[in-house]
């Protein structure tokens, strides 16, 4: 079965005692497996509260100005239970902003980065422990500072995810552009840190230390897709970093980066001039386009590994998925515009960023393709992380399909800004990352913990999550063609908008079933913590190399230096006696006899 | 339940496609277009819809047809051992690629009557953007804006039916979206730059005008409106306007 030798366990944990061996273990672990499930906690915390200030945004769109029941009269006794519209752009400003940058991209890179990298390249850990350890402490900050917004005077940054200027930088302009904006730079900044150290982390490790006989055209796709992703941070970064600064200074320094001349905001001239605020808008784009696929490729690759697994195939067109990644990693870097064909950006200019735009829908069309030729003529298993995984193909193609409305520029003159756009956003991010994210919380659990989790809780989750998640979703795309615009506390008084509060009232109640079931997927979480029945090594009979460590694995990962003889989805390979073939199974010729170990692939 | 998964996940292009097609019939649809251009942007955007339909709806029933084919539960057949396909590949690179640039092109008339070809002719009227208001200002007898006898209305803006209008739109402030949903026309003020918008409407009546990028705590309320009038009616209502400014003054 395989060639790492079982029997010896492979915990070697120095024998330690007291506080400070916990804190090494547990807290300031250099342990990259330790460090993955650190993310995946705090992330998992934060998803709740992002949910939280999400279902408030619903509310308020709902029933506008109504008493918000039970938890109203606990944050808004000052307006009688209801929100107030600076607090409603307060929630729709750190509900986005928890989302992309406390949720996704940490869940995808910290969490499932730092445990899955050396796990599946046949690493003992990660190139730099110590930098891993420091990416997630530099979280806190981060996390302090968005908290800590929330209680200062003017409350927590209001200006959009976006954060474009002036709004969000002459202080004057905004209660969020006092304190609640400085706070929102700094955990940006710290973000950004993070982020960078796992970037540098991830491209050492998977360039230096795969296993003998890993060649990179034998990297599973999750990892694949892990290393664009650090490609694209590493170059993608520094530049909103910069830009992040250069509103530090804009607003506490007085220079005048994206403050035009002769300002005149709420009765007051703002003081520095001569700066352009389109300026923002190119730089924050230039990071957040590329940065969208940072919230996608790693669950792309994710998804291609669950599909194989359990249609027992091999990958279809394993190297097309590679240089379709790759493919997008590059143009991403030249679609930034797409976000600014209304903001008065050179309408010519406009041109070609459509079609660089449409063009970087093809890389999309290809990896969509080739999932639904994965699963054509396998033999296909119904449990928790297939079904999340084909849902994330399904309800990626409708998110692919409405960026095509956008990047159409005439098109985009009625949709820009109005509900279609956040439609699109959540069709991709949620249905889709999101999506993929449950999947592989129910694939990898075991590997985790060494614990099942319940698979029939698990797909109670998912039905209900896949129904209410459409329910909520897709009939933005109905409200933005009627023009319906995003970021308003009440369109209502709109004659244009007044008849579509009765879809977003069932948007509302979609939202709060979907808020529910993820009860389901709490409550089967910690209890298969400490309860789920005990799995072995490879509870799904997968090829990849983590399968072949202890459940969870010691430190240092393998019993043994895992050996590769082939890529990571032979199924069904009619040269092995099994379904599947592990990538650790030396071939029939060698079975018995000592082979030398390949050359180490660099 | 392989068969039950796969029935769950057939309702989305079912439901997808049911949505799409009812919203018209009840009022959720693109607003009445009043514009003369609108009918280009409307005929675009049902252009993706079809094309986009049809890749939806094909994508959608292959996935669905694949889940219930290939039931571990009731799939005898030997699974495919197959690494991919090297003529699939070129062909479904090579046909999405080409239609997306046939996409690309088929916009860029469009945009370029709506965003690039800009008329020759001075202003008609310049508004500016400020939290959370629409300043309006026509030229006064001069016929020039910026002049001491400019007219001024806040949020209310008058123009004439059939006859192109130049708009200058300012922003004071933050950023500034003017939206007229029913004229198929968005485009964000930007506090330091002067914009062009060009359009001609063609049905009398009176329309909202939105704001579309963030600005504050009170965009939401940012609310215009316009009337479409009568060459006549519009004159009326300028000179009415014109007199009583200089009756405060
Ligand atoms: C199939 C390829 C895609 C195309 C052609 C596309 C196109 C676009 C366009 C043109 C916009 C700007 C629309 C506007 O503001 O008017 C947009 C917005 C956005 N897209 Fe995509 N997109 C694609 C895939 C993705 C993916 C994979 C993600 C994330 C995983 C994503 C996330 C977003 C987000 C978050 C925004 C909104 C940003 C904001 O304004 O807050 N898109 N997309
Ligand atoms: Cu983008
Ligand atoms: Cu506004």
């Given amino acids: 079965m395989s060639t790492t030798v079982a029997g010896s366990h492979a915990h070697s944990h120095a024998p330690s005692q007291g506080i400070g061996a916990f804190l090494r273990t547990y807290v300031f672990s250099l342990d990259h497996k330790v460090i993955g499930i650190q993310f995946l906690f705090s992330t998992l915390l934060w998803f709740v509260v992002g949910g939280l200030l999400a279902l408030a945004v619903r509310w308020q769109l709902a029933w506008p100005w109504s008493d918000m029941p039970i938890v109203g009269r606990m944050l808004f006794s000052a307006q009688g239970g209801q929100i107030s519209p600076e607090f409603y752009t307060m929630l729709f400003t750190m509900h986005a902003t928890v989302m992309i940058f406390f949720v996704i991209i940490p869940i995808l890179a910290g969490a499932f980065g730092n445990f899955l990298i050396p796990l599946m390249i046949g690493a003992d850990d990660m190139a730099f422990p110590t930098l891993n350890m420091l990416s997630y402490w530099f979280m806190w900050p981060a996390f302090v500072a968005m908290t800590m917004s929330f209680f200062v005077a003017g409350g927590a940054s209001a200006g959009g995810w976006t954060n474009y200027p002036p709004l969000s930088t002459v202080q004057s302009a905004s209660p969020g552009s006092h304190t609640g904006q400085t706070l929102w730079l700094i955990g940006l900044t710290f973000v950004g840190v993070s982020s960078m150290m796992g970037s540098v982390n991830y491209m050492t490790t998977i360039i230096q230390m795969r296993a003998p006989g890993m060649t990179m055209f034998r990297l599973p796709m999750t990892i694949w897709g892990m290393f664009i992703t650090a490609v694209l941070q590493a170059f993608a970064l520094p530049v909103l970093t910069a830009a992040g600064f250069m509103q530090l200074c804009d607003r506490l320094l007085g220079t005048g980066f994206f403050i035009p001349e002769g300002l005149y905001v709420n009765g007051a001239e703002a003081q520095a001039g001569g700066g352009q605020p389109l300026l923002w808008q190119h730089l924050f784009w230039f990071y957040s386009h590329p940065a969208v696929y940072i919230m996608i490729l790693p669950a792309m690759g994710i998804v291609s590994d669950i599909l194989t697994v359990f249609s027992r195939k091999p990958l279809f067109g394993y190297k097309p998925m590679i240089y379709s990644i790759s493919g997008i990693a590059g143009l991403g870097f030249i679609v930034w515009g797409h976000h600014m064909f209304m903001s008065g950006m050179n309408p010519a200019l406009g041109m070609t960023f459509m079609v660089s735009t449409m063009m970087i829908a093809l890389p999309s069309a290809i990896k969509t393709f080739n999932w639904l030729g994965t699963i054509w003529g396998g033999k296909i298993t119904y449990n928790t992380p297939m079904l999340f995984a084909l849902s994330f193909v399904s309800m990626f193609i409708i998110g692919g399909l409405s960026g095509i409305f956008m990047a159409a520029t005439p098109v985009d003159i009625f949709i820009h800004d109005t509900y279609f756009i956040v439609g699109h956003i959540h069709y991709v991010l949620f249905g889709g990352t999101a999506f993929a994210v449950f999947g592989a919380i129910y694939y990898w659990f075991p590997k985790m913990f060494g614990r099942m989790m319940n698979d029939s809780w698990g797909k109670a989750h998912f039905f209900f999550s896949f129904i209410f998640f459409n329910g909520t979703f897709f009939t933005m795309h109905i409200l933005g063609t009627g023009g319906f615009p995003r970021r308003y506390a009440d369109p209502y008084h709109f004659e244009t908008f007044k008849h579509l509060q009765s879809m977003n009232q069932f948007m509302t109640i979609c939202a709060l079933g979907m808020g529910a079931a993820q009860i389901i997927f709490a409550v089967n979480f910690f209890y298969s913590l400490f309860f789920g029945p005990r799995c072995g090594r490879n509870p799904w009979r997968a090829n990849s190399l983590e399968w072949s460590a202890p459940s969870p694995p010691g430190h240092g990962n393998f019993d043994s230096q895992p050996i590769v003889y082939r890529g990571p989805y032979e199924y069904n390979n009619p040269e092995a006696d099994d379904d599947y073939y592990p990538q650790t199974t030396p071939p029939p010729a060698t079975h018995g006899q000592s082979q030398p170990a390949p050359a180490l692939a660099h | ?249």
């Fill in chain 2, 1 to 249: 339940m392989g068969k039950f998964w796969t029935l769950l996940f057939l309702l989305v292009p079912i439901l997808g496609v049911l949505c799409f097609a009812l919203a018209p019939g009840m009022n959720y649809w693109l607003p009445e277009d009043i514009s003369e251009h609108g009918h280009q942007i409307d005929h675009l955007f049902m252009f993706c819809l079809v094309l986009t339909g049809v890749v939806f709806v094909a994508t959608e029933a292959v996935l669905c047809w694949f889940m219930w084919k290939y039931d571990a539960q009731h799939n005898k057949e030997a699974v495919k051992y197959s690494h991919g396909s090297h003529n699939l590949e070129v062909i479904w690179t090579i046909v999405p690629a080409a239609t997306l640039l046939f996409i690309a092109i088929y916009q860029m008339n469009a945009w370029a009557d709506v965003k690039i070809r800009e008329p020759d002719m001075p202003a008609t009227v310049e508004v500016t953007g400020r939290q959370f208001e629409w300043r309006i200002r026509y030229p006064g007898p001069d016929g020039q804006i910026g002049t001491l006898d400019d007219i001024h209305t806040v949020n209310d803006l008058h123009i004439p039916v059939n006859e192109q209008i130049l708009l200058n739109l300012k922003s004071m402030d933050v950023l500034h979206d003017f939206f007229v949903p029913h004229l198929r026309i968005k485009q964000d003020a930007v506090p330091g730059n002067t914009i062009p918008m060009w359009f001609t409407a063609r049905k009398n009546g009176t329309y909202d005008i939105v704001c579309a990028e963030l600005c504050g705590w009170g965009h939401y309320k940012m609310k215009g409106r316009l009337t479409v009038e009568s060459a006549e009616d519009y004159k009326a209502w300028l000179d009415k306007l014109a007199q009583d400014q200089k009756a405060t003054q």
